[in-house]
């Protein structure tokens, strides 16, 4: 099997630990910014492996005429034209649920530290400020069983995070295209619409896919519906929120903060709009590693492995989104 993998993360020693069994196929490797070069030296291409961020454009597709799966390294995949790769006959599959459980402690751990003020807290230590710092907080900090969550969407993320945010006493309530009327007892949660969400959750947090009706949800609107007190997360993706939108509603004080694991666009530069200096008190950041803990890429690897199994044994393959 001629297998190409089209990453900005996954290196040979990387893939070959995680699946020896790879050496016994043709293997290649190419950055995301080396289309070109894969189109000319990979041409026999029959599994194009993706990052999740990355972007297979139709003109590749028609270059690869051996292609038979576009495999996302993660969840996300917007970067492939599905309806295109179907008709060319090329099923394009994901790694649905892998990193559930990794990108909900990220998004759990981006609430505490906004109710905390872990970032600012973290540096008055260091400029000799603890006292003045602690004195400040004194009854003003909430505990996240005081706080409604609010999440947008209700696939795997979401659900874990609805788990952790009721293991530590939160109220849950979600909002999503479709509702899940058996799924709400078992999670604890409660259905409303969005604004309603909005207005009432001390925490939103984002779960949804890059789509034309979701790109950039997270407007003036959407901000101005929510509370004065309350926080955005996103865990999902940075396009899904408009950055002037944020930058205006943290400098006006419309919320109170922000948790994210994605900016757009990514990689982020130093001269991305958020990063302003004026709100750096009001953002705590990971940088979009809240789905790749060892055990979420260990999953990600051998969920590869088994639909790249799937194909050579023509099997029905697993997470197909087209």
């Known amino acids: 099997m001629n297998i190409t993998f089209f990453s900005g993360v996954t290196t040979p020693d990387l893939s070959y630990s995680q699946l020896p069994q790879l050496k016994n196929h043709n293997v290649s490797f190419f950055k995301m910014n080396e289309g070109a070069l894969l189109i000319k030296q990979a041409p026999e291409t029959q599994v194009l492996i993706v990052d999740a961020m990355g972007k297979v454009p139709n003109e590749m597709i028609d270059a690869l005429p051996q292609l038979k799966l576009i495999h996302s390294e993660g969840v996300g995949y917007q970067g492939v034209d599905t309806a295109y790769a179907a008709k060319k006959g090329i099923a394009v599959c994901n790694n649905k649920g ?37 004195k400040a907080s004194f009854g003003i900090i909430r505990e996240l069983s005081q706080c409604t969550v609010g999440l947008i969407g209700f696939g795997d993320i979401a659900r874990a995070t609805a788990k952790f945010a009721n293991a530590l006493g939160a109220t849950v309530i979600y909002s999503n295209r479709t509702r899940y009327e058996n799924l709400e007892r078992e999670y ?7 604004d309603t969400l909005l207005k009432t959750s001390d925490f939103v947090s984002l779960h949804v896919a890059v ?14 519906k929510m509370k004065s007190d309350a926080y955005l997360i996103n865990t999902s993706r940075g396009e899904l929120v408009n950055n002037e939108a944020l930058l205006n509603a943290l400098l006006t004080d419309k ?24 709100i750096k008190d009001k953002l705590v950041l990971t940088p979009h590693i809240a789905g790749i803990t060892n055990l979420t890429v260990n999953k990600i690897y051998q969920s590869i492995w088994d639909n790249i199994t799937r194909l050579i044994n023509e099997q029905p393959l697993k997470n197909k989104v087209n």
Request: glycine share 4%; net charge negative; charged share 25%.
């Open 98 to 134: 892998v990193n559930d459980t990794a990108v909900a402690e990220d998004a759990i751990l981006l609430m505490l530290a906004c109710l905390k003020s872990i970032i600012t807290g973290h540096q008055s230590v260091y400029e000799g400020r603890q006292m003045d710092v602690k």
């Open 211 to 224: 789509t034309n009706d979701t790109k950039e949800m997270a407007n003036d609107d959407f901000f101005s």
């Open 188 to 194: 604890n949660v409660k259905y409303v619409d969005r």
């Open 255 to 278: 919320i109170a903060g922000v948790g994210l694991d994605v900016i757009a666009p990514e990689p982020v530069q130093a001269d991305n709009i958020l990063l302003d200096e004026r």
